[in-house]
């Protein structure tokens, strides 16, 4: 009894022996590391479209010319409103001068009635042409020949009427004539548009005509208005004959470079 009574007492010691050293053991390395569990990547969430806001186009913008304004103004077809007017004041100007050798004070009024239509659609061609982007270099050499059309039949009819002296007529016709031939001359160069003062000098044409054409207006009135249409006239074709010469200019050092 004492015998097998003893050695269990030994094994008991041993096993505690064991356990102590292997608690210091975990305690000196650490915990286990704990199995690595995969993580699943984010879920991506797509942000829903914004509505475009109210009045604005989704059409995709295009992107710039190369070119610039210019390219958008070859862009631009010639057959426009603006210039459809241009061609009317040049198809009107036949019927002014049927009306004003017409006999009879009702003619004349005819007469400028029409030559006030033809001069309005003046205006409102340039002005379409500039607020909707119309211009085309058509535009810009049709639109100076109609005015040139316009005013010059109306200085011939009335010079030829006895109205307005030859030399008045001769001197404006030469000056157009001279200004629109020198326009064709440059234009492999360029085109030369219109200046702010040579609309100046069209409605001082204009009101100067018109004061001829209309019956029984006092002479000195005619000629005041003249006077200083003639003066603008002859100022403003030396404004584009200097314009001319340094395009011209201009083109010969590009050339070089």
Not at 11 to 34: F, K, R, S, W
Not at 74 to 95: F, G, Q, Y
Not at 182 to 206: C, D, E, M, N
Not at 217 to 230: E, T
């Amino acid at each position: 009894m004492t015998e097998r009574g003893e050695r269990p007492v030994e094994v008991a010691g041993a096993v505690e022996a064991t356990v102590e050293a292997t608690v210091e053991a975990t305690a000196e390395i650490g915990p286990a590391p704990a199995a690595a569990v995969p993580v699943a990547p984010p879920a991506l969430v797509t942000p829903a479209p914004v509505p475009p806001a109210p009045g604005t186009s989704t059409a995709p913008v295009p992107p710039p010319s190369a070119d610039g304004e210019e390219g958008a103004a070859r862009r631009v077809s010639t057959w426009n409103i603006a210039n459809a007017l241009t061609i009317a004041r040049l198809a009107i100007v036949p019927v002014f001068v049927v009306f004003l050798f017409a006999e009879g004070e009702a003619w004349r009024l005819a007469a400028l009635g029409v030559f006030l239509l033809a001069s309005v659609t003046d205006q409102l061609d340039g002005w379409l042409a500039r607020k909707y982007a119309l211009i085309t270099d058509f535009g810009k050499i049709a639109d100076p020949i109609a005015d040139k059309a316009l005013i010059g039949a109306a200085l011939l009819c009335l010079s030829y009427l006895g109205d307005i002296a030859w030399w008045v007529t001769s001197l404006i016709i030469a000056r157009e004539a001279g200004v629109t031939l020198l326009r064709f001359l440059v234009i492999r160069h360029g085109v030369i548009p219109a200046s702010y003062g040579g609309k100046v000098k069209t409605v001082l044409q204009i009101v100067a005509v018109a004061l001829y054409i209309v019956p029984a207006v006092p002479d000195l009135a005619r000629w005041a208005a003249m006077g200083l249409a003639l003066v603008v006239t002859v100022g403003t074709g030396a404004d584009y004959v200097v314009r001319a010469v340094r395009l011209r200019q201009v083109a010969n050092r590009a050339r070089t470079v």
